[in-house]
């Protein structure tokens, strides 16, 4: 019989071994990458408080292993207590015995007891996880770019940032994420941890009077095996909250031409190559008829509502569109039976509200996985329903239903976990 439960010290080791063993590519099992892991994680147990190992036990022996994060996210301007797992891993003698499944729905009922209404995932594999209700969420577009090909205006105010700065950096980092959906807050241990990482360069744009309007996290990468004077730079972190400071540093970019072959900056923006004069990847390829290829995107962060009508009561002042009308959503929730079900929402101008009766407007049915993502933003309904993911009970409403959402911003995330 597997009991769920918080990772003692005394399993330290057996947990390092275990996620060690389901993510090779992390190269635990090397002893310096090792140590250095294990007192991460033993850190992680005895000091933070938002974030805390779990394992599966059978009986005395730890199989499987994952961490829980609390997160305070931005949710369409509304600061949330937000739940995240990672580093799911199952020992590889445990393999294909639902390990894997019983520790998601230890952590999903855990969080809705806390009355927790969102959580958020890295997937290992998306398919894996849009079964357990997870809706994919923003892509991710990777540019390789020349520096000529971003505008040059004026980098007069860039300087470098360092330990000294974490304060600023900080608090430069969380007013962004307090006008960004998606986004979720740090604290100055994590900001510290940001800017001690060795091969890490910091630059800030800073104004007249001081203050930090953005910075630009960067690391050198070797660009040919056998020349060493061939080098890129690869984008870790890229904030601004003013139009100045972002053209900052992107001049600070361009005028490293001399010495950088290209960029590697990854971005959620859906619009960044209309700021190149070349957005071509340097792969040369055209897709047809004459479409130059620009950059690589990939899906990642998913998103899942484990609270349906908590949801939206969190969310009471936030505008769904402008209308005023009484939908019913009826949601498929295979893995947490009590999100199965349906719900009438009022909307007085956009504002929702959960209500017991009266007559609907629209009805809605479809998956909690892509409700996630149509709540979050990700997605607009006429797309859902287009693909069949989603059922009116009349296509007349399609516009009615399609307004509610239109107007929600896609969610941007800089946290990996």
């Known amino acids: 019989m597997e009991e769920i439960r918080p990772v003692t010290l005394a399993d330290l080791e057996e947990a390092v071994r275990i996620i060690g063993m389901a993510y090779p590519g992390n190269e635990l099992l090397t002893e ?228 950088v072959q290209r960029i590697l900056l990854s971005t959620q923006d859906e619009h960044f190559q209309h700021l190149l004069s070349d957005p071509g990847n340097g792969s040369n390829r055209m897709l047809p008829s004459i479409y130059h290829e620009s950059n690589a995107s990939g899906v990642g962060l998913m998103y899942r509502i484990i609270d349906v009508p908590l949801f939206f009561h969190q969310l009471s002042r936030n505008r769904f569109g402008t209308q005023s009308c009484l939908v019913r959503f009826t949601l498929r929730d295979t893995f947490i039976p009590e999100n199965d079900g349906s719900w009438l929402i009022q909307f007085e101008e956009g504002l929702p509200q959960v209500v017991d009766g009266g007559q609907a407007d629209a009805e809605v049915t479809m998956d909690i996985s892509d409700f996630s993502s149509l709540a979050m933003g990700v997605v607009s309904f006429e797309k859902l329903y287009l693909y069949g993911l989603a059922e009116l009970d009349d296509e007349s409403k399609l516009p009615l239903v399609q307004h509610l959402f239109a107007g929600l911003s896609k969610p941007t995330c800089m946290t990996a976990f």
């Not at 036990?57 to 509304?78: A, P």
């Not at 304060?167 to 241990?189: F, P, Q, W």
């Not at 050198?220 to 972190?237: C, L, T, W």
């Open 32 to 259: 310096a990458n090792r140590q250095l892991y294990t007192a991460r994680v033993k850190d992680t147990i005895e000091n933070d408080t938002h974030a805390s190992f779990h394992g599966c036990y059978r009986g005395e022996k730890l199989v499987g292993t994952m961490k829980w994060f609390d997160f305070s996210m931005n949710v369409h301007g509304t600061k949330m207590l937000t739940g995240g797992i990672g580093s799911v891993a199952v020992d590889l003698l445990y393999k294909k015995e639902k390990i894997a499944k019983q520790m998601l729905h230890s952590f999903l009922y855990s969080y809705r007891e806390r009355g927790i209404s969102l959580v958020s995932l890295y997937p290992f594999r998306v398919d894996f996880y849009k079964q357990m209700g997870f809706g994919i969420g923003s892509k991710i577009n990777q540019y390789k770019i020349k520096p000529s090909s971003l505008p040059y205006r004026n980098k007069g105010e860039i300087a470098y940032l360092g330990i000294a700065d974490k304060e600023d950096v900080l608090a430069c980092y969380n007013r962004v994420v307090r006008k960004t959906h998606g986004m979720i807050s740090r604290n100055e241990t994590q900001v510290r941890q940001f800017l001690e990482q060795p091969q890490r360069i910091v630059v800030g744009s800073r104004d007249r009077e001081g203050g930090l309007g953005g910075y630009l996290a960067f690391r050198f990468e070797r660009a040919h095996p056998e020349n060493r004077g061939y080098n890129n730079i690869a984008v870790d972190e890229f904030i601004y909250e003013t139009r100045e400071a972002f053209a900052q540093l992107l001049s600070f970019l361009h005028s490293q031409a001399d010495q």
